[in-house]
């Protein structure tokens, strides 16, 4: 599956080739949660009983827009190439609406927000732009023939909360790497960028009044209530061993997943073929991410291939997010808590040194793309003495650990653990290594991944990156770290296969002068991707 994967992935490397940023008014928070509870100190004196059968809680209020004048506008809080946050986006027919009175120039080109949705491939660039049929520019005139209005209620259902609609087909949707260290990574740094003034109020939110779940760290940031995928069918974002769908339970415990039958239902129900009364949908906040539009960015398709790259971006040049992984922490931590991991994490505003160096080693020697039998052998030996001697020399001072993971032999809760408790991951290029997504960055956190000599791809550099983390590149007997990687990525041949040579003691440099250079050096890491050069094409 990584192969074919990478392989894909490279396809789309070959494609690869507006800013608008409106703050406004959200949405009503009028409907925020009970304030008696949410307000009143002296709830912990109260017993639960006493504040779940107290009678019922008072009635939320609710702003009737059937009854208004006008429908409410579409506003676009937050734009990167196939990232877009709106506020008052509409569905009719399957096409998103953006219902508004201002020219359509004054919003971003639609291809760089939607496409078709057909999968990605070399010859198909132009059945993937998007038509009229996916997004379409409304005026409030036209809404209300359409949809009613006047002396008459509007015929709009709200779908409350805040929705991500996914536009991507299964084609990369059902790989760990893409939909956790892309779509959500991605996801989540957009929306916590554009929440992070705390000045602009969270939107009607799911702030829930009792619940057993511990609270995101970002208290700010609006909790997904709804994914859809609109492409997919149940199965199409699910990976083969289980952790898309084991990560959204975990973080999103509240999650509602619709897919594409459930879209078919919403498009039917307005659907003029269907109905002869228009109707439409309304979703008051939502973020709408698109791999298309992505790759017609800069950022993704012409650098770094990643689609999590543009909104990252966006949001780290405005400063929106922070270089360490704060904006992610919330995230990674939920994950953590629900393994077993540390439930006291908080997110620190500078990176920490460790007292315990674990190096992971992600062992992918029962898998098809792997090392060489005896380097592996040797590169394990290797290890072991390393820790042995540092042990020693540091005089329990600092601790090191060395753990060798078969992630196929352990559970996905064992994986989280091991993987959070990580300072410096090592392993051949593959899927094993999104786990790096899971490692709370330290002063020394770092990712060395080795990859057949000539080889390379930037899935888990760019992200290490983006996280605050180092990433070494081991060829056997060389290695290198940011800015001296190829410019573009390339698979020779044997890249996927079981002859990948590493010389050991290669590796035991790099992580023993990557550790002693990281101790003496200053706590920010300079490596972040916003320096790079092309950073400022966003
Ligand atoms: C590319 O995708 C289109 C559909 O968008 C399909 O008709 C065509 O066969 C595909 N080509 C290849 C080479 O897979
Ligand atoms: C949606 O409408 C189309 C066209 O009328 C129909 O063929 C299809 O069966 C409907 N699908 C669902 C899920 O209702
Ligand atoms: C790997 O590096 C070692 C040490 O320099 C060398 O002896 C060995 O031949 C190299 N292996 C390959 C396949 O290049």
């Given at each position: ?6 392989r894909?992935?490279?396809?789309l490397?070959?494609?690869g080739?507006?800013?608008?940023y ?5 949405v009503?928070?009028?409907r925020l949660?009970s ?23 008072p ?8 009854l ?17 946050l ?18 359509a120039?004054s ?8 496409s078709?949705?057909?999968p990605?491939?070399?010859t ?5 732009i998007?038509?009229e ?6 005026t409030p ?10 002396n ?6 709200t779908v ?10 299964p ?12 779509l ?5 740094a957009?929306?916590?960028g554009?929440?992070a ?9 799911a702030t829930?009044d ?14 997904i209530?709804?994914a ?6 149940v ?16 973080v ?17 129900a ?6 002869h ?9 939502a973020l ?19 689609t ?6 966006r949001?780290a ?6 270089l360490?992984g ?22 620190s505003a500078?990176l920490?040194?460790?007292?315990t160096?674990v ?6 020697q029962?898998t098809?793309?792997?090392?060489r039998?005896a ?8 290890m ?10 540091d005089?329990g ?19 989280v ?8 991951m090592?392993g051949?290029?593959?899927?094993g290594?999104t786990h790096l ?5 330290t002063?020394?956190?770092?990712v060395?991944?080795?990859f057949?000599?000539?080889?390379f ?10 996280l605050g ?12 770290t940011?800015p ?12 996927h296969?079981?002859?990948?040579p590493?010389?050991a003691p ?8 990557h550790?002693a250079?990281?101790?003496r050096g200053?706590s920010?890491?300079d490596?972040s ?9 966003i």
């Amino acid at each position: 599956m990584p192969f074919s994967v990478s392989r894909r992935d490279a396809v789309l490397t070959l494609l690869g080739a507006s800013c608008f940023y409106l703050i406004t008014a959200l949405v009503s928070d009028s409907r925020l949660a009970s304030p008696a509870l949410l307000q009143n100190p002296g709830i912990s004196g109260a017993s639960v009983g006493d504040l779940l059968n107290s009678g019922p809680l008072p009635a939320k209020k609710t702003i009737d827009l059937g009854l208004v004048e006008d429908f409410p506008e579409t506003t676009v809080i937050s734009h990167a190439p196939g990232w877009t946050l709106f506020t008052n986006l509409y569905m009719h027919a399957g096409a998103l609406i953006i219902l508004t009175s201002e020219p359509a120039s004054s919003f971003p080109l639609p291809p760089m927000m939607t496409s078709t949705g057909l999968p990605g491939n070399l010859t198909n660039d132009a059945q993937r732009i998007p038509t009229e049929n996916d997004m379409a520019f409304v005026t409030p005139a036209q809404a209300r023939k359409w949809w009613g209005g006047g002396n008459e209620r509007h015929r709009v259902l709200t779908v409350e909360g805040t929705t991500a609609l996914f536009n991507d087909p299964p084609q990369f949707l059902n790989h760990y790497f893409h939909f956790v260290a892309e779509l959500m990574f991605g996801t989540w740094a957009f929306l916590y960028g554009a929440f992070a003034d705390e000045k602009l109020s969270k939107p009607a939110s799911a702030t829930p009044d009792a619940s057993f779940t511990l609270p995101l760290l970002s208290t700010n940031t609006p909790i997904i209530s709804r994914a859809i995928f609109i492409h997919s069918d149940v199965d199409g974002w699910r990976d083969g061993p289980g952790f898309n769908g084991y990560f959204m339970r975990a973080v999103f415990p509240s999650i509602t997943i619709e897919v594409k039958k459930d879209w078919i239902d919403r498009i039917n129900a307005t659907s003029p073929t269907n109905t002869h009364i228009g109707r439409a949908w309304h979703f008051p906040l939502a973020l709408l991410t698109d791999r298309s539009a992505a790759f017609r960015g800069p950022i993704t398709g012409a650098h770094t291939q990643r689609t999590a790259a543009q909104p990252w971006m966006r949001m780290a040049k405005q400063g929106k997010i922070d270089l360490i992984g704060n904006w992610w922490a919330s995230l990674r931590s939920a994950l953590t808590r629900y393994a077993g991991g540390d439930p006291t994490e908080r997110m620190s505003a500078e990176l920490e040194v460790p007292d315990t160096i674990v190096i992971t080693y992600i062992d992918r020697q029962g898998t098809r793309r792997h090392l060489r039998d005896a380097d592996n052998l040797a590169l394990l030996k290797a290890m072991e003495e390393l820790v042995k001697r540092k042990n020693v020399e540091d005089d329990g001072k600092r601790k090191w650990e060395f753990h060798d993971v078969h992630a196929e032999r352990l559970s996905l809760d064992e994986q989280v653990q091991v993987a959070s408790r990580t300072t410096i991951m090592l392993g051949v290029h593959g899927n094993g290594l999104t786990h790096l997504v899971l490692m709370k960055p330290t002063k020394v956190s770092a990712v060395v991944e080795i990859f057949l000599p000539g080889g390379f791809a930037r899935d888990y550099e760019w992200t290490s990156r983006s996280l605050g983390m180092t990433h070494y590149s081991i060829w056997n007997d060389t290695s290198f770290t940011h800015p001296h990687e190829p410019e573009i990525p390339d698979y020779p041949d044997g890249f996927h296969g079981p002859n990948i040579p590493v010389h050991a003691p290669t590796v035991v440099k790099v992580i023993e002068e990557h550790v002693a250079m990281r101790m003496r050096g200053p706590s920010l890491p300079d490596n972040s991707p916003v320096n790079d050069t092309y950073a400022d094409e966003i």
